[in-house]
């Protein structure tokens, strides 16, 4: 805090997608990261994990119930609320603490949409107000892509399900106090697949850390079950209908991905611009150079064009539609868009560019989990070449 | 207890500063609301909650001399959650202090309020006039540059800590008064209204709109006047002589000892 306060409020930006109350919401989440984040999330990279306290504070400004249903203690908001809020936690430069810090952002919405009202009542609110942490629990050691095929069996004994069997990658998985798990249920395939909510403290519940390229404070881990107990009532939605639940919910994820994707790719940008105009060389700044010029001109139209492809498809959503075609393209178009921003402006910054500390060495690092995670580039492809009938 | 906030846009003060001629360029600027009002509505906010209870021992109206159009801030401050608001719809660039001071004490007065708060500047033209001046206006009392405040409910009366070159002074005013506030106000302990625990931690600053905040500030009710219909015609005895940018500074050097710099003091810069 000083007395020249940079924190502002940014007037309504002449478009026909975001209003007056965006911008407000941009102006909270912004002063939120200057805050509550910018001070310490180098500690937090070291550390590995974000501290509690953080969902705690950004459950007090409501950040974490965005887009949920306000008797739960949401407070709802359009795709452009969810994408500006992304936004703006990339301006710390951390892709881990988007990660984690949204992470119920995947593990709540199959609760939110097919849980029971006495699943939803008891797990939403604290979740948003940011005193329990939620994952989502769907790739295994024997693979993430192929989710109609996993192995973690959920077999019914009395009021319990009983789960046997190991989850790896889970971002949130050290801290999570409600996990929401993909199980097989039934038979193979697709059919046999549901949704769980294991609770943290559920017995025969373990978890071992990963280490990671990226996404440092980001706590993400492998999860084994062994004779796991958990209530019956914690089941989302329908026995053996889990799969269809855990598509719809990719699509979230995946536009959250392409959000979390161009709003690194504009700090890429941002930090491109403001070291090349400082430094010198051979007597002069960097900027003045056409071959920098020009290199920055190609980051900014490449993040103007897969912001307005985002812009368009979140329009739609907003009316009721899910183009999957398109929000498949749209993630890996946005996840190239983030290597290619990140490719250049550690370029730019040159030995500055690679050294610990700076944000682009950071966001390099985290590329490649965004063209991997939430479905991976190929099956992107896969997936958008079916929906187009190819 | 009615307390009125005074609340004032004002250019970007982070943007660089264009002109002209014999004026600032406001044309294209970006609006933000004044950061000494955000502590202002702060203040009143610690004092009308009362922490771990939903009863409200205050309401907040935040008033703003501004077109009726030009009302994000006032909205912001609704957002953070002030409970109503009051526009006096004018083109406040135009005007002097006085006028302004007579426009606020004119709203206090049709209010009813038992306090006036006010941040002890505008970040643009930084006068530190406007309480003063609204306090002459009403004959209230008046405690500017509150550091900390302290309300006394029974006595009803409040406990000001205002910093001054050798110390702080501690100034009781009885209520109805006007307060102007400066930045340590928004301290985590800074402000104390007997019905929340004295010692509760506020967060360092003003409190951010919450999400909730942003929904419900539509909603609230924003009363727009006219300075006519409050008896005050607007005017200015100020005259702006002239408006230019401050000297560019030279760059600085970096010396290798103390001694340099002492030897550069003397032959360079000829002050030792
Ligand atoms: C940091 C991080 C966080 C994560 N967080 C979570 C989480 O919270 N919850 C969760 O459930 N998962 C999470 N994941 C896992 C992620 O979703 C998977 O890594 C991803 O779905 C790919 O699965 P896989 O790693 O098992 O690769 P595989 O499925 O084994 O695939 C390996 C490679 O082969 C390619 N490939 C696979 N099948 C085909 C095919 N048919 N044709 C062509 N190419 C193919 C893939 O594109 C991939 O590049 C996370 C991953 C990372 C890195």
Redesign the interface.
Known sequence: ?G????H????APRSPYYT??HE??R??VR??VE?EVVPHIDQWERDGALPRALYLAAG????L??GFPEEYGG???DQFAQFVATEELCRAGSGGLVASLMSHGIGMPPVARLGSPQLKAQVLPPVLRGEKIAALAITEPSGGSDVANLRTRARLDGDHWVVDGSKTLITSGMQADYITTAVRTGGEGMEGVSLLVIPGDAPGLSRTPLQKMGWWCSDTATLYFEDCRVPVGNLVGMVNQGFAAIMSNFNGERLGIAAVAIGMAQVCYDEAVAYARQRETFGRPLITRQVIRHKLVDMAQDIGATRAYLEAIAWRVDRGQWPIAEVCMLKNQATQCLEHCAKEAVQILGGAGYVLGAKVERIYRETKVLSIGGGAEEIMKDLASRQLGL | MKILVTVKRIPDPDESLKFAGNAIDTSSSKWVANAFDEYAVETALRMAEHIGNKDRLAEVIVCSVCPKDKRQHVTQFLAMGADRGVIVDADETAMDSQTVAKLVAEVFRREGCDLLVSGKLSQDSEGNEVAQRAAGLLDLPQASFAATLRWDRGANALTVGREVDDGVETKTIPLPAVVSVDLRIVLPHSVKNGATADDHKYSDGARLASLRGITMAKRKKVDVHTPAALGVTPSSHVAVAGVTAPEKRAAGQIVDSAQTLVNKLITEAKVL
């Open positions: 805090m007395a020249r306060c940079y502002r409020f940014v007037p007056e109350d407000a919401l102006s909270t002063r939120f805050r007090e400004i409501g950040l119930g965005l407070t709802p908001g």
